[in-house]
């Protein structure tokens, strides 16, 4: 069972899932609208490294004031979904990274390559927790007046954030890095072209289906744009 989760075939399933739930959050993306002066588009970056804790509060009261109150809604939703659509992407994310650095310990010669990859692994349980609390953070924020956070509470949260970002990157890039050294150097059979294979062709669908998809959202919004007469 162990040599089954710790294997090419089940990173490859929890590779797909982990791009699949990354576009359904780039659905909800398309209405991230706020009101802080101006109306304008916002990203999830923004709210998971915000300057100061003042611009957060500003960009989730925005969400309540935008003009129409239908796109205020819609608004609100999408964050609401995606923060939770979040809970289904972690696992992915992080498990991914898991067995790419397992698969890359398993390939070791030395036991501290084995040890340290076993760590970097092992490691993603920490910015998978870290992801837990931000989302709960943010979700206790969706009111129309949330509370300002005291600058302790805000730097811990970036703290946290870099945590949870340099502990999953890094592992990634080494991981990914000690994998294209190695089959660069012959390590790997030649049928493990076939996962290679089947891990490009989910990028290059991800990229399709995304491009196709927000392409032609991206053109009924300036059509509408367009159909909506100017107030005067």
Not at 167 to 188: D, K, M, N, P, Q
Not at 213 to 228: A, C, G, Y
Request: proline share 4%; glycine share 4%; net charge positive.
């Amino acid at each position: 069972m162990t040599i089954f989760i710790i294997s090419w075939a089940f990173f490859c399933v929890t590779f797909g899932l982990m791009l699949f739930f990354s576009f359904i959050m780039g659905i909800q993306n398309r209405n991230f609208y706020t009101k802080d002066g101006v109306e304008k588009k916002f990203s999830i970056m923004e709210l998971e490294l915000p300057a100061s804790p003042k611009e957060l509060v500003n960009l989730i009261r925005g969400l309540y004031r935008l003009p129409e109150r239908r796109e205020s809604i819609k608004a609100i939703s999408a964050l609401r979904r995606q923060l939770y659509i979040d809970f289904l992407f972690m696992p992915c994310a992080y498990g991914s990274i898991f067995l790419l650095c397992m698969l890359v310990s398993a390939k070791m010669q030395s036991s501290v390559g084995i040890n340290i990859f076993s760590i970097l692994a092992w490691a993603q349980i920490i910015p998978w927790l870290c992801d837990i609390i931000e989302n709960i953070y943010l979700l206790r924020k969706m009111k129309p007046h949330p509370p300002v956070s005291a600058a302790v509470v805000h730097k811990a949260y970036l703290l946290m954030e870099c945590v949870k970002w340099g502990i999953s990157l890094g592992a990634a890039i080494c991981a990914v890095a000690a994998i294209c050294y190695f089959w660069l150097a012959g390590h790997y059979d030649v049928h493990s072209l076939n996962y290679l294979a089947i891990i490009a062709g989910e990028i290059i669908l991800f990229v399709l289906f995304g491009n196709f998809f927000f392409k032609k959202k991206k053109l009924r919004d300036v059509i509408v744009k367009l159909e909506t007469p100017a107030i005067k």
